[in-house]
């Protein structure tokens, strides 16, 4: 029941989008890291109004056993939006779109996570979107691979995500709801940042060839930066509780540059 | 929530714990009659949901959110709208709660915290009628679990309640047969407000507020909703099938008549702070 109008334009003369941002710029985001006590590893994201909380458990036992897969873990992503989190209250039964969209989330995550460590158990990725605004399944990866990487399971990178689209011919980074709505395409992707790879890529609406190569550069690059706010968010949860609970042996130096190995991203840092 | 006792936790522990409790202590060191620290945050998604709280009851949390919809009145009851309360257990909680469909233990707590706002009159069902027998407003609070550390019930009513308290929707009215919007801005008719509070029997004690641990050890526990005239509106025995006295149900409902007032307070400043 919330009013929902259509903006007259999505692009202003000036250049500008319906809250005022440029076209390359990101909504304000908030990355917390081990926001739940109960699972193994957790994050939440704040992204504009977009709020999502994952949790993960794991690597445990793995019911029902039939899924069970020899040679490694099973990853097992669950995404569920909240009946209040957008404006007509959403059906509680899991909607087809949500089953798709955690598919997709468990292949864009899968190939950074060393699964293989881990055979017969499962890696449960709990997803729960509190408030819908537009760009929720890049949101939820943003937050699920935090989430994993808090719960310790190996990886070799952080996998950033964003929706970049077009409107009013323009092309736009990190969609809000209307210009998803009202907006003439969508392309929401995910990098792994050391190769530069694409673990997510989906698209609707209509562009060009050219338009779309541009659109993912400009992908990758707000990736990047994306990377940077999640290391920073793991930084903060590691690095202050370091004094209280770190070896004794260890002192804060030497503790992050373990979380940088651990993340398999120190040839990345030097690169920089 | 329900009945693990038997399967999650140890006779030693449950020993432990019955044995602290005779020595009148619990694992975390309150007393017997005191709650963890409550936070309530309402208007925790002021964008999409009419109405919506985050309630933190030590380390048990939950997110309530209301969405007002309008619909069809029941057949049986054409002047009335109908409020509803929902809850899942989402796996995100705990490694106890599992995918899938709602379990009994989620059915349970929805609805005994459904009841504690219906029974109560918490909103006035009349007054969300649009047009007799076409149109009225229907109110969903739904209840998302996100760390479970015992108690859900009552952190689920507490923030239930504060959800509602602080709704506001688009007032509506009926012309031309359909539904348009007037542009007024309205809060929820309320009548009334019950807040649920759960004692836990183990052996011959009483313990309000239950931590996980002690949620396992315990025999049963009762749930009593009391509305703001200190009456009881809803009652539940559930939690495991162990018998309590008439004399140890007086004793649970003196209980939960003593800490009403404090969690009600805690309820109004969360509600005042936003308006």
Redesign the interface.
């Known amino acids: ?3 929902e109008v259509k903006p007259d334009f999505l692009i202003s003369p000036e250049g500008l989008r319906v809250d005022g941002r440029r076209v390359d710029e990101m909504r304000p985001i908030e990355l917390k890291v081990g926001v ?4 193994n590893g957790s994050a939440s994201i704040r992204q504009g ?1 977009t ?1 999502i ?3 993960v ?1 794991g690597p ?1 036992e793995l ?1 029902p056993r039939h899924l069970t897969l020899n040679d490694r873990a099973y990853l ?1 992503v ?1 995404y ?1 939006m ?8 959403k059906r ?2 899991p909607s087809r779109r949500e089953k798709e969209i955690s598919m997709v989330i468990a292949n864009a995550l899968k190939p950074a996570l060393f699964l293989e460590e881990f055979p017969k158990a499962v890696v ?1 990725v ?3 979107v ?4 537009g760009g929720t399944r890049c949101a939820a990866i943003n937050a699920a691979s935090l989430a994993l990487a808090d719960a310790g399971i190996p990886m070799r990178s952080l996998i950033p995500a964003v929706a970049v689209g077009k409107a009013d011919g323009k092309l736009l980074v990190d969609l809000g709801d209307e210009e998803d709505k009202y907006g003439q395409g969508d392309v929401p992707m995910a990098i792994m940042p050391p190769t530069e790879e694409i673990t997510l890529l989906q698209q609707d609406g209509s562009f060009t060839r050219e338009e779309l190569q541009e659109a993912m550069q400009m992908g990758i690059n707000s990736c990047k930066y994306l990377h940077e706010l999640q290391k920073e968010a793991l930084r903060r949860a590691y690095v202050k509780k370091a004094p209280e609970d770190g070896n004794d042996d260890d002192d804060e130096d030497d503790f992050e540059d373990d979380l940088e190995t651990d993340l398999g991203e120190a040839e990345l840092m030097e690169d920089e | 929530m329900g009945d693990y006792s038997t399967e999650t936790i140890s006779h030693i522990d449950r020993e432990f714990i019955a044995d602290l409790l005779h020595k009148g202590e619990r694992l975390d060191g309150r007393a017997f009659n005191e709650y963890r620290d409550l936070e309530i945050e309402v208007n925790v998604v002021a964008a999409k949901a009419e109405g919506s709280a985050i309630v933190r009851l030590g380390d048990t949390s939950v997110v309530a959110g209301v969405k007002v919809l309008v619909g069809e009145p029941y057949p049986d009851s054409p002047d009335e709208g109908v409020t509803m309360v929902t809850a899942e257990m989402s796996p995100i909680a705990s490694p106890l709660f599992d995918l899938g469909p709602p379990k009994e233990n989620a059915i349970e707590l929805a609805r005994v915290v459904d009841r504690g706002v219906r029974e109560s009159e918490t909103v006035d069902v009349k007054s969300l009628c649009i047009e007799e027998g076409k149109k009225v407003y229907m109110v969903f609070a739904d209840v998302y679990p996100l760390e479970y550390d015992g108690n859900l019930i009552d952190a689920s009513s507490i923030a239930v309640n504060a959800a509602l308290l602080t709704t506001k929707y688009p007032e509506m009215k009926w012309e031309d047969k359909k539904v348009v919007a007037t542009g007024e801005i309205l809060s929820l008719p309320i009548n009334n407000i019950a807040v649920e509070h759960t004692v836990a029997k183990i052996d011959n004690h009483l313990i309000l507020d239950t931590i996980l641990k002690e949620e396992f050890a315990q025999d049963c526990r009762l749930t009593m909703a009391i509305d703001r005239d200190d009456n009881f509106t809803a009652m539940q025995k559930g939690g495991g099938s162990g018998p309590m006295s008439l004399e140890l149900v007086d004793q649970a409902m003196e209980m939960a008549l003593e800490v009403h007032k404090d969690i009600y307070t805690a309820i109004e400043e969360a509600v005042k702070s936003v308006e």
Do not use: N, W
């Open positions: 029941m919330s009013p739940l006590k109960q699972a109004k709020y909380i994952a949790g458990y445990r019911h097992r669950e569920r909240a009946t209040f989190s957008v404006p007509d209250r509680p039964a449960d709990f997803i729960q509190i408030q819908a605004d």
